[in-house]
Each structure stands twice: as structure tokens, then as C-alpha cells.
């Protein structure tokens, strides 16, 4: 007859649960601003160096650079942010942003513009342009 096996078994541990942070209007205003720099400063970061071909090379033949229009940002699906989608919703609304700018090739002077148009209910009372 085989002798018997036995096995051992580790006890599973959960997985942690996810934490809720409180944000306060001002951080909520904090991290919008420098969101909308960041996004501002990465497009124009994207824009000098797109000036180049990817191995650096050289300037690539140039086409004729115009603005986008507000209808042509508009295609693109920007997402509308409220202000009480928390940070991760904030987080998403900066990189569909991002992303939107980038498609429709927006200038910086009209990224802003833009962007406020984005805001609805509480995130539009908040804005405190200096």
C-alpha cells in the first residue's frame, strides 16, 4: 500500500480595500492648476521636439501650421469634469485632456480656453484665475 501525502496550506490574506481621501476645495484647486500647467508645459515640450524627426536628425518637412478650432476640440470627445469626481476622476479628465490637445493639435494660447469650456457645476464656480 502507498504511503499517505499530506499537503500544507498557507493561509490566503485579503487583499487591502481601497482607502477614500478627503480633498479639500483648495487642493481640488491646486491640483487643477497644475494639472492644466503640466498638460500646457507637456504639449509645448511635445511641440518643440516634434520639430524633429524621431532619431534627431533633422527638421521634418514642415505642413502649413494652423489653430484648431473650438469644433475640431470638440470632435476629439474631451471629457466634462464636475469637480466632485474625486482625484482619480481629476487624474482621467487631465490625461483625456492631454490626449485631446495632442489630436486636434491645439495651441497653448487656446488650451485653456478650451479646457474651461470642460468644466461644469462646481468645478466652474471654483476657478480662480489669477
Known amino acids: 500500500m502507498a504511503p499517505k501525502r499530506t499537503t500544507r496550506s498557507t493561509p490566503v490574506t485579503?487583499?487591502?480595500t481601497a482607502t477614500t481621501t478627503t480633498v479639500t476645495e483648495?487642493?481640488?484647486q491646486a491640483?487643477?492648476?497644475?494639472g492644466v500647467?503640466?498638460?500646457m508645459a507637456k504639449a509645448e515640450a511635445n511641440r518643440v521636439r516634434n520639430g524633429?524627426?524621431?532619431?534627431?536628425s533633422g527638421p521634418r518637412p514642415s505642413q502649413a501650421v494652423r489653430e484648431c478650432s473650438y469644433s475640431e476640440f470638440m470632435?476629439?470627445?474631451p471629457l466634462d469634469f464636475k469637480g466632485t469626481e474625486g482625484v482619480v476622476g481629476l487624474t482621467r479628465w487631465f490625461e483625456k485632456m492631454e490626449s485631446v490637445f495632442s489630436i486636434s493639435n491645439c495651441t497653448a494660447s487656446c488650451q485653456v480656453k478650451f479646457a474651461t469650456c470642460?468644466?461644469?457645476d462646481?468645478?466652474?464656480c471654483r476657478i480662480d484665475i489669477p
Open 14 to 16: 485579503p487583499a487591502p
Open 26 to 28: 483648495a487642493q481640488l
Open 31 to 34: 491640483l487643477i492648476g497644475r
Open 37 to 39: 500647467a503640466a498638460a
Open 52 to 56: 524633429y524627426d524621431g532619431n534627431g
Open 75 to 77: 470632435k476629439c470627445k
Open 118 to 120: 470642460t468644466l461644469q
Open 122 to 124: 462646481d468645478a466652474l
